[in-house]
């Protein structure tokens, strides 16, 4: 979710001032503190109905796209709900746009929508079906 940080410097200095294993804890624990940072006060988002079975809704609007961030190593979706919704990823390819598979994730926690996304990639999102999706997106 979030860019992973180093922290190997600051760990061998508390070990070589006699940290050892409190160092080690405390640099996981600053890990997993900063992944959570990713989503934490994450916008929401409500997508645009699509119009068919070949036009699935979307988000942003149509013609439109977002930009990823150095916020988040990934796009996180946590989708409004209790059951799952599949949503693919497109993205911006020289002056055309691919589009990843469908990925399924669950309502009310926290998905990806796809891992590993450069910063300033360009993307836009297309959920399964023509119905709304809504909830908060991290990128």
């Known amino acids: 979710m979030r860019k992973q940080l180093k922290f190997v410097p600051v760990v061998a200095a508390l070990t070589l001032l ?8 405390a640099a996981a624990s600053d890990t997993i503190s900063a992944a959570r940072a990713c989503t934490v006060d994450a916008p929401r988002f409500t997508s645009y109905p699509g119009t068919g079975s070949n036009d699935p809704a979307y988000w942003p609007a149509r ?8 916020r988040c190593n990934d796009i996180n979706l946590k989708l409004d709900g209790a059951g799952v919704r599949s949503v693919r990823t497109c993205f911006k390819a020289g002056s055309s746009w691919n589009c990843g ?5 669950a309502e009310g926690r926290w998905g990806l929508a796809a891992t590993d996304v450069l910063d300033g990639t360009q993307f836009f999102l297309q959920f399964l079906g023509t119905s709304r999706a809504a909830g908060q997106i991290d990128y």
Do not use: D, P, Q
């Open 63 to 70: 013609g439109s796209y977002a930009t990823t961030t150095s």
């Open 18 to 25: 006699g940290g050892g294993v409190m160092a080690g804890s």
């Open 101 to 105: 598979g469908w990925h399924i994730l």
